[in-house]
Protein backbone atom coordinates (compact mmCIF):
# COMPACT_ATOMS: atom_id res chain seq x y z
CA UNK A 1 0.00 0.00 0.00
CA UNK A 2 0.84 3.69 -0.54
CA UNK A 3 2.58 5.27 2.68
CA UNK A 4 -0.24 8.53 1.94
CA UNK A 5 -2.64 6.29 1.59
CA UNK A 6 -1.66 4.18 4.51
CA UNK A 7 -1.97 7.14 6.66
CA UNK A 8 -5.36 8.42 5.24
CA UNK A 9 -6.77 5.38 6.28
CA UNK A 10 -5.26 5.30 9.75
CA UNK A 11 -6.99 9.07 9.86
CA UNK A 12 -3.63 10.59 10.02
CA UNK A 13 -5.07 13.38 7.12
CA UNK A 14 -6.27 13.63 3.88
CA UNK A 15 -4.55 12.07 1.25
CA UNK A 16 -3.41 15.00 0.07
CA UNK A 17 -2.69 16.52 3.29
CA UNK A 18 -0.30 13.27 4.32
CA UNK A 19 1.20 13.79 0.78
CA UNK A 20 2.80 17.35 2.22
CA UNK A 21 3.83 15.48 5.62
CA UNK A 22 5.48 13.36 3.61
CA UNK A 23 7.16 15.94 1.93
CA UNK A 24 7.98 18.03 5.13
CA UNK A 25 9.69 14.52 6.48
CA UNK A 26 7.52 14.26 9.32
CA UNK A 27 7.02 10.55 9.02
CA UNK A 28 9.37 7.38 9.37
CA UNK A 29 8.68 4.24 8.18
CA UNK A 30 10.89 1.89 10.85
CA UNK A 31 12.10 4.56 12.15
CA UNK A 32 13.75 5.89 8.95
CA UNK A 33 12.74 9.21 7.27
CA UNK A 34 10.47 9.20 4.54
CA UNK A 35 10.14 11.87 2.04
CA UNK A 36 9.38 9.91 -1.39
CA UNK A 37 5.91 10.26 -2.04
CA UNK A 38 4.41 6.79 -3.68
CA UNK A 39 6.93 4.89 -1.05
CA UNK A 40 5.22 1.21 -0.62
CA UNK A 41 4.95 -0.08 2.95
CA UNK A 42 3.60 -3.37 4.40
CA UNK A 43 0.81 -2.54 6.75
CA UNK A 44 1.23 -6.09 8.32
CA UNK A 45 5.11 -5.77 8.92
CA UNK A 46 6.01 -1.95 8.70
CA UNK A 47 6.38 0.59 11.95
CA UNK A 48 4.82 3.60 10.72
CA UNK A 49 5.59 6.94 12.96
CA UNK A 50 4.12 10.33 12.44
CA UNK A 51 4.91 13.46 14.33
CA UNK A 52 7.02 10.29 16.52
CA UNK A 53 3.49 8.75 17.35
CA UNK A 54 2.53 5.32 15.95
CA UNK A 55 -0.16 4.97 13.68
CA UNK A 56 -2.41 1.85 13.05
CA UNK A 57 -5.34 1.13 10.36
CA UNK A 58 -8.33 3.03 11.71
CA UNK A 59 -11.24 0.14 11.48
CA UNK A 60 -14.33 2.21 12.54
CA UNK A 61 -14.92 5.07 10.78
CA UNK A 62 -16.49 8.32 11.64
CA UNK A 63 -18.53 10.68 9.80
CA UNK A 64 -19.21 14.13 11.27
CA UNK A 65 -20.69 17.22 10.18
CA UNK A 66 -19.98 20.31 12.29
CA UNK A 67 -21.36 24.40 11.37
CA UNK A 68 -18.19 25.74 12.39
CA UNK A 69 -17.88 29.33 14.18
CA UNK A 70 -15.80 32.31 13.28
CA UNK A 71 -12.37 31.99 14.46
CA UNK A 72 -11.90 28.59 13.81
CA UNK A 73 -9.05 27.16 11.99
CA UNK A 74 -9.73 23.45 9.69
CA UNK A 75 -6.78 21.67 10.73
CA UNK A 76 -5.57 19.63 13.84
CA UNK A 77 -2.77 22.06 15.08
CA UNK A 78 -1.87 25.93 14.44
CA UNK A 79 1.30 26.81 14.36
CA UNK A 80 -0.15 30.48 15.32
CA UNK A 81 -2.53 28.91 18.15
CA UNK A 82 -5.06 29.57 16.75
CA UNK A 83 -8.46 27.29 17.93
CA UNK A 84 -8.84 24.62 15.61
CA UNK A 85 -11.92 23.04 14.62
CA UNK A 86 -11.18 19.66 16.37
CA UNK A 87 -11.66 21.21 19.86
CA UNK A 88 -15.38 21.61 19.26
CA UNK A 89 -15.56 18.05 18.59
CA UNK A 90 -16.11 16.00 22.39
CA UNK A 91 -16.29 12.49 23.31
CA UNK A 92 -14.77 10.76 19.64
CA UNK A 93 -12.17 8.64 20.07
CA UNK A 94 -11.08 8.29 16.76
CA UNK A 95 -8.84 10.36 15.47
CA UNK A 96 -10.46 12.47 12.65
CA UNK A 97 -9.58 15.73 10.63
CA UNK A 98 -11.13 18.08 8.34
CA UNK A 99 -12.79 16.96 5.17
CA UNK A 100 -11.29 19.73 2.94
CA UNK A 101 -11.51 23.28 4.66
CA UNK A 102 -13.07 26.40 5.55
CA UNK A 103 -11.44 30.23 5.99
CA UNK A 104 -11.32 31.12 9.69
CA UNK A 105 -13.41 33.89 9.14
CA UNK A 106 -15.94 31.59 7.24
CA UNK A 107 -18.92 29.46 8.81
CA UNK A 108 -20.64 26.72 7.63
CA UNK A 109 -20.93 23.03 6.88
CA UNK A 110 -17.53 21.38 7.23
CA UNK A 111 -17.38 17.26 7.23
CA UNK A 112 -14.53 15.56 9.65
CA UNK A 113 -13.99 12.07 9.31
CA UNK A 114 -11.10 9.48 9.35
CA UNK A 115 -11.95 8.35 6.38
CA UNK A 116 -9.18 8.69 3.93
CA UNK A 117 -10.82 7.34 0.43
CA UNK A 118 -14.29 9.88 1.53
CA UNK A 119 -11.74 12.74 2.02
CA UNK A 120 -10.42 12.19 -1.41
CA UNK A 121 -13.77 11.86 -3.29
CA UNK A 122 -14.91 15.30 -1.77
CA UNK A 123 -11.96 17.43 -2.26
CA UNK A 124 -10.73 16.43 -5.95
CA UNK A 125 -11.98 18.58 -7.94
CA UNK A 126 -12.51 16.11 -10.81
CA UNK A 127 -15.04 14.49 -9.01
CA UNK A 128 -17.01 17.43 -9.35
CA UNK A 129 -19.01 17.62 -5.80
CA UNK A 130 -21.01 20.65 -5.49
CA UNK A 131 -20.25 22.84 -2.45
CA UNK A 132 -23.40 25.55 -1.87
CA UNK A 133 -22.21 28.93 0.43
CA UNK A 134 -24.37 31.85 1.42
CA UNK A 135 -22.39 35.19 0.32
CA UNK A 136 -23.30 38.59 1.67
CA UNK A 137 -21.16 40.94 -0.71
CA UNK A 138 -20.93 44.95 -0.43
CA UNK A 139 -23.29 46.21 -3.42
CA UNK A 140 -25.56 44.51 -6.13
CA UNK A 141 -23.87 42.77 -8.94
CA UNK A 142 -25.56 43.46 -12.09
CA UNK A 143 -26.21 40.43 -15.06
CA UNK A 144 -23.01 41.01 -16.73
CA UNK A 145 -21.22 40.75 -13.38
CA UNK A 146 -23.15 37.83 -12.59
CA UNK A 147 -22.20 36.45 -15.79
CA UNK A 148 -18.79 36.85 -15.42
CA UNK A 149 -19.21 34.55 -12.13
CA UNK A 150 -21.01 32.02 -14.04
CA UNK A 151 -19.15 31.60 -16.53
CA UNK A 152 -15.67 32.04 -14.87
CA UNK A 153 -13.38 34.80 -13.70
CA UNK A 154 -9.41 34.50 -13.17
CA UNK A 155 -7.72 34.02 -9.85
CA UNK A 156 -4.12 33.89 -9.28
CA UNK A 157 -3.63 33.21 -13.17
CA UNK A 158 -6.20 30.70 -13.53
CA UNK A 159 -9.66 30.45 -14.89
CA UNK A 160 -12.53 29.47 -12.47
CA UNK A 161 -14.95 26.79 -13.23
CA UNK A 162 -18.35 27.74 -14.19
CA UNK A 163 -20.00 28.69 -11.33
CA UNK A 164 -23.75 28.38 -10.39
CA UNK A 165 -25.08 32.31 -8.78
CA UNK A 166 -27.98 34.17 -8.73
CA UNK A 167 -29.05 36.92 -5.88
CA UNK A 168 -31.38 35.84 -3.64
CA UNK A 169 -31.93 39.33 -1.73
CA UNK A 170 -31.09 42.91 -2.89
CA UNK A 171 -30.33 45.64 -0.42
CA UNK A 172 -29.27 49.61 -0.51
CA UNK A 173 -25.56 48.62 0.11
CA UNK A 174 -25.12 44.77 -0.20
CA UNK A 175 -26.84 41.92 -1.55
CA UNK A 176 -26.90 37.94 -0.75
CA UNK A 177 -26.01 35.80 -3.26
CA UNK A 178 -26.09 31.92 -3.79
CA UNK A 179 -23.03 30.71 -5.18
CA UNK A 180 -22.71 26.90 -6.26
CA UNK A 181 -19.03 25.90 -7.00
CA UNK A 182 -17.42 22.41 -7.06
CA UNK A 183 -13.75 23.45 -7.43
CA UNK A 184 -12.06 24.16 -3.80
CA UNK A 185 -9.47 26.32 -4.45
CA UNK A 186 -8.34 28.48 -1.29
CA UNK A 187 -10.72 31.58 -0.62
CA UNK A 188 -12.06 30.64 -3.90
CA UNK A 189 -15.60 32.54 -3.41
CA UNK A 190 -13.88 35.72 -1.69
CA UNK A 191 -11.90 36.07 -4.98
CA UNK A 192 -14.59 35.19 -7.44
CA UNK A 193 -16.57 37.77 -5.80
CA UNK A 194 -13.45 40.41 -5.81
CA UNK A 195 -12.66 39.95 -8.90
CA UNK A 196 -15.98 41.59 -9.63
CA UNK A 197 -15.91 44.37 -7.49
CA UNK A 198 -18.57 42.76 -4.35
CA UNK A 199 -16.07 41.85 -2.05
CA UNK A 200 -17.47 39.06 0.21
CA UNK A 201 -18.56 40.71 3.79
CA UNK A 202 -19.77 37.01 5.10
CA UNK A 203 -20.04 33.56 3.81
CA UNK A 204 -21.71 30.63 5.23
CA UNK A 205 -21.18 27.20 3.38
CA UNK A 206 -24.95 25.50 3.44
CA UNK A 207 -24.49 22.33 1.24
CA UNK A 208 -21.97 19.41 -0.02
CA UNK A 209 -23.19 17.23 -2.63
CA UNK A 210 -26.39 16.76 -0.91
CA UNK A 211 -25.76 16.67 2.41
CA UNK A 212 -27.14 20.10 4.14
CA UNK A 213 -26.59 21.65 7.01
CA UNK A 214 -30.27 22.46 7.78
CA UNK A 215 -31.01 23.94 10.95
CA UNK A 216 -27.43 22.59 12.82
CA UNK A 217 -26.82 25.30 15.50
CA UNK A 218 -23.27 27.35 15.08
CA UNK A 219 -20.44 25.82 16.80
CA UNK A 220 -22.61 22.16 17.25
CA UNK A 221 -22.00 18.78 15.30
CA UNK A 222 -23.33 15.48 15.02
CA UNK A 223 -22.76 12.31 13.55
CA UNK A 224 -23.99 11.36 9.79
CA UNK A 225 -27.03 9.59 9.78
CA UNK A 226 -27.36 6.08 7.70
CA UNK A 227 -28.69 7.83 4.55
CA UNK A 228 -25.89 10.58 3.97
CA UNK A 229 -23.40 7.65 4.79
CA UNK A 230 -25.04 5.81 2.19
CA UNK A 231 -25.11 9.38 -0.82
CA UNK A 232 -21.14 9.91 0.46
CA UNK A 233 -20.39 5.97 -0.59
CA UNK A 234 -21.91 6.33 -3.22
CA UNK A 235 -19.74 9.15 -5.07
Given at each position: ??????????????????????????????????????????PRADKIIVDDKNIM??????????????????????????????????????????????????????????????????????????????????????????????????IDGKKTHPAKVKIS???????????????????????????????????????????????????????????????????
Amino acid sequence: MRLQKYMALSGVASRRKSEEMIKEGRVKVNNRVITELGTIIDPRADKIIVDDKNIMLETNKVYIMLNKPVGYVSSLKDEKGRRVVTDLIEGVRERIYPVGRLDADTTGLLLLSNDGDLAYKLTHPSNKVDKKYIAIVEGVPNKKELDTLRNGVFIDGKKTHPAKVKISKRYDTDSILDIVIHEGRNRQVKKMCEAVGHPVKKLKRVSIGEIELGGLNIGNWRFLNDEEIEYLMSL
